[in-house]
């Protein structure tokens, strides 16, 4: 399916091209400073204009470090002009360490600066640094503290304890590059936090190699005193954070974007992703303008953000979400098989969010990848970064496609480990997914729900499958199928919001057949289990309710996913913070207004459920170990503003 529209695109989508793109992108994110942020957005624009997008803009989101988009407090704004970090050895030879001019990445990102003269203080070992229990006996008032974990978790210990600053040979766990220096992003007073705001310590932190970190831990162990000479000068100041997008212009008020983060400092992480999706605009534009394909229904947005802070931040201000159809996440989409931490990924949309538009990628990168068979690729659950737009608040179908290299956020992730070739293969199926919904008409509608109901069929098999395989509760076995059938069904039904109002009732009735059938096999693959299981004709019991959860009907008040950021920090000191929690951003999608908590609470535990579903209160202590019952988590979530019933 959609042979034609791939072959037209085939020659048009450049991979070479779309390889310099990401490469010059990459050169201005990888000083990540602000004012490199904003070079890099005029870069970006001026390339979408060249491409012939139309109503190219900067945007440009507060970066006061109090602002606040969703549940999101926006960053400071941070510049640095220069860093460097040396070793002072009793026999008073001097080791350079690290020099931000040579390797950006040896500073953390935020850090405050050092007296103009620099700072001198002994260097102090530091194991276990997030553990105020664990520091070294004696004061570290004045020192520096030598750590081998990530700089942002022990911050606060650290800031507490009088440390003057953070030698870290941090690099994260499973990458295995001894030569690698971390890329550290992540520098709030609050370890569950994540950017840097107004009121928090100006502390700094300098990253070194592991194999730097091993040569400096052999000399501290030969004995006597070394000092740490550093050198940061740096401003934390209100400033602006870029947000650059442009249109292929269709002919209606509806959308469907594609949406990926700049200023990260990686080739893969993330200049891959925003040179695919301006390949992908560029192709199509210029099929258009040639008159080799007709223009779209529905406009076509490119919009690069920086990450969860001005992705919220535009769908707020814009409301734009409420005339988009559609999304694609270009999040580091290929990096070379030697490095991968594993296959990249086709990640799918939340089950709160079924959507056809999972089946039409998979089917589409499965043609396209034809083209590179050794080039692993596989499908993946739900898991956040631009796709948070997915989240119903929002409620843009979105999946992602992601690599997931041992270089993340490293001074390894270069030019020599994205490879052009698989590169240009991500844009072509990127450009024919945006041209096909962007596009859609009834009869293209009905081909996607086709797709749908195929793909619903495969999940429903495997599921059966699986469950005789695990051999567990043939209760919680059916009931399983049962749901993922609806999920199924409901991805058929999404096509619906691809079709005009006056066709809705001939396009459902359309649909039927296909929703009939998947319902038909989840029933013959559920009694194929309880025959199996030697109990032919049963009936799986009722999930038990929870009364105190069945008359409470939440509605969510704040967009997109929560994080706690607003909170009093003795809040957030009492309460884990749900910016990546799985279950919270489960829960809460299945809120609606509408449906019960209890049901919401069953419906995110089928979701996630790995071997066994959780009752609603330990689930609960999933997403906080400080609460004792979902009842008690939603009160706190009502208390501070993020639902009403």
């Keep these: 399916m959609f042979r034609d529209l791939l072959s037209l695109l085939e020659p048009e989508v450049e991979a070479q091209r779309t390889w310099?793109?990401?490469?010059?992108?990459?050169a201005l994110d990888r000083r990540f400073t602000f004012s490199a942020f904003h070079e890099s957005a005029r870069h970006t624009a001026r390339r979408m204009r060249e491409a012939g997008l139309r109503e190219v803009e900067i945007a440009e989101a507060p970066a006061d470090g109090k602002s606040v988009f969703g549940d999101w407090k926006m960053p400071m704004a941070w510049d640095v002009e220069e860093a460097t970090f040396d070793l002072l050895a009793p026999d008073g030879s001097v080791t350079r360490l690290a020099d931000r001019a040579q390797v950006p990445m040896c500073l953390a990102m935020w850090s405050g600066p050092t007296p103009a003269e620099g700072i001198e203080a002994k260097i102090v070992v530091v194991e276990n640094a997030a553990?105020?229990?664990?520091?070294?006996?004696?004061?570290?008032?004045?020192?520096?503290?030598?750590?081998?974990?990530?700089?942002?978790?022990?911050?606060?210990v650290l800031a507490q304890a009088g440390a003057v600053g953070i030698l870290t040979d941090f690099v994260h766990p499973g990458a295995n590059l001894p030569e690698a220096t971390a890329w550290i992003n992540s520098f709030s007073d609050d370890p569950a936090g994540w950017a840097f705001h107004a009121g928090d310590t100006p502390l700094w932190s300098f990253q070194i190699t592991p194999r730097q970190g091993e040569e400096v831990r052999a000399r501290l162990r030969a004995g006597g005193t070394f000092r740490g000479r550093a050198l940061v000068r740096s401003e934390l100041h209100a400033g602006t954070l870029p947000v650059i997008t442009g249109l292929v212009p269709g002919m209606g008020k509806e959308e469907v974007v594609l949406i990926g983060h700049q200023f990260e400092v990686g080739a893969i992480d993330n200049a891959s992703g925003v040179a695919a999706m301006l390949e992908a605009a560029r192709a199509i534009q210029s099929l258009i303008g040639e008159g080799k394909l007709p223009p779209p229904a529905r406009s076509l947005r490119v919009l690069a953000v920086s990450e969860c802070y001005s992705n919220l931040f535009w769908w707020q201000t814009t409301g734009r979400h409420r005339r988009t159809v559609a999304g694609l996440c270009l999040d580091s989409p290929?990096?070379?098989?030697?490095?991968?931490?594993?296959?990249?990924?086709?990640?799918?949309?939340?089950?709160?969010?079924?959507?056809?538009?999972?089946?039409?990628?998979?089917?589409?990168?499965?043609?396209?990848?034809?083209?590179?068979?050794?080039?692993?690729?596989?499908?993946?659950?739900?898991?956040?970064?631009d796709n948070l737009i997915a989240d119903t608040s929002i409620n843009i179908p979105c999946p992602w496609i992601g690599a997931h290299s041992r270089t993340w956020h490293t001074s390894e992730d270069t030019a020599d480990k994205l490879?052009?070739?698989?590169?240009?293969l991500a844009a072509l199926a990127t450009a024919a997914y945006a041209y096909l919904i962007a596009s859609a008409d009834q009869a293209r509608a009905l081909?996607?729900?086709?797709?749908?109901?195929?793909?619903?069929?495969q999940v429903i098999a495997a599921a059966g499958a699986a469950e005789w395989a695990a051999a567990g509760d043939l209760d919680d076995a059916m009931l399983q199928l049962d749901y993922l059938t609806h999920r199924q069904v409901a991805a058929v039904e999404s096509v619906v919001r691809l079709v005009l109002p006056n066709e809705r009732v001939a396009t459902r009735a359309a649909l039927r057949p296909l929703q009939r059938e998947l319902r038909r096999m989840g029933k013959e693959e559920a009694a194929a289990l309880a025959r199996r299981a030697g109990?032919?004709?049963?009936?799986?019991?009722?999930?038990?309710?929870?009364?105190?959860?069945?008359?409470?009907?939440?509605?969510?008040?704040v967009l997109?996913?929560?994080?706690?950021?607003?909170?009093?920090?003795?809040?957030?000191?009492?309460?884990?913070?749900?910016?990546?929690s799985s279950a919270t951003f489960s829960l809460l999608n299945w809120c609606n207004g509408k449906r019960a908590l209890g049901e919401a609470a069953r419906l995110a535990a089928r979701e996630l459920r790995d071997g066994r579903v959780a009752a609603p209160d330990e689930f609960a202590r999933r997403m906080d170990p400080g609460v004792s019952s979902l009842l008690e988590y939603f009160e706190l979530l009502r208390q501070y503003g993020y639902v009403t019933w």
């Design 131 to 156: 553990d105020a229990a664990h520091l070294p006996s004696g004061s570290l008032q004045g020192k520096i503290a030598f750590i081998s974990s990530h700089p942002h978790f022990a911050k606060r």
């Design 419 to 424: 490879p052009a070739r698989e590169l240009g």
């Design 535 to 557: 109990q032919p004709g049963h009936t799986p019991a009722a999930p038990p309710e929870h009364a105190a959860l069945e008359g409470l009907r939440p509605r969510r008040t």
């Design 447 to 457: 081909d996607f729900a086709h797709l749908a109901a195929t793909r619903g069929k």
């Design 334 to 385: 290929v990096g070379v098989p030697a490095f991968a931490a594993r296959p990249t990924e086709v990640h799918l949309n939340p089950h709160s969010q079924a959507s056809y538009t999972d089946a039409l990628l998979l089917d589409l990168m499965q043609q396209v990848m034809l083209a590179s068979p050794l080039h692993a690729w596989r499908e993946g659950t739900y898991s956040m970064t």
């Design 20 to 26: 310099d793109d990401a490469i010059a992108i990459q």
């Design 560 to 580: 997109g996913p929560i994080c706690f950021d607003p909170l009093p920090a003795e809040v957030r000191a009492r309460h884990a913070s749900p910016r990546w």
